[in-house]
């Protein structure tokens, strides 16, 4: 995977210009677009603040598969509680 390719994408996606990533994940502009622009890979602490402009993680940027990436979604906006629930039974379903 092309990580500048998969930020133009969510950008692309979501309608954001590149100012609005910069707002949202408290990253200069020119930060944005020395990655935009020139390339640039961002660094990990950066990587970090662009997927939280974007209410992902960064397992969910990284993920290239589809289902996978909306289970991780469904999976940050549920509970605790919920989390529990359905970690047991997945177990329960992966007993022989």
Avoid: H
Avoid at 13 to 33: F, M, Q
């Amino acid at each position: 995977m092309d990580t500048n390719d998969e930020l133009r994408r969510l950008l692309k996606e979501r309608g954001w210009s590149a100012y609005r990533l910069a707002v949202n994940s408290g990253l200069s502009e020119s930060t944005i677009a020395n990655i935009l622009k020139r390339n640039n890979l961002p660094g990990i602490n950066t990587l970090r603040s662009i997927c939280d402009a974007f209410g992902m993680t960064l397992s969910q940027f990284f993920s290239e598969d589809e289902e996978t990436k909306e289970l991780l979604q469904a999976w940050a906006t549920i509970s605790a509680e919920q989390k529990q629930i359905i970690t047991k039974l997945i177990k329960s379903m992966n007993t022989k």
